[in-house]
């Protein structure tokens, strides 16, 4: 990004196409916050059903190793 600001790039038009697929930190920047959540979600899920389902709850996860 630093680059596109000094060679005045930054401030051209670009459509959102050529963005996505030219410059590699949109896509870490998706991953960087969506990956989080979804394990936040999961871990939530997880947790819901200990308290509320305690007798399913090892049914329901259990270890695969």
């Known amino acids: 990004r630093l680059e596109?600001?000094?060679?005045?790039?930054m401030y051209n038009f670009h459509s959102v196409h050529e963005?996505?697929?030219?410059?590699?930190?949109?896509?870490?920047?998706?991953?960087?916050?969506?990956?989080?959540?979804?394990?936040?979600?999961?871990?939530?899920i997880e947790r819901i059903c200990a308290v509320c389902w305690p007798e399913r709850y090892n049914r329901i996860f259990t270890d695969w190793g």
Do not use: K, R
């Open 19 to 44: 963005c996505f697929f030219s410059n590699y930190w949109v896509h870490t920047q998706i991953l960087g916050t969506e990956l989080p959540a979804l394990f936040l979600m999961q871990i939530s």
């Open 4 to 9: 596109d600001v000094l060679s005045g790039d």
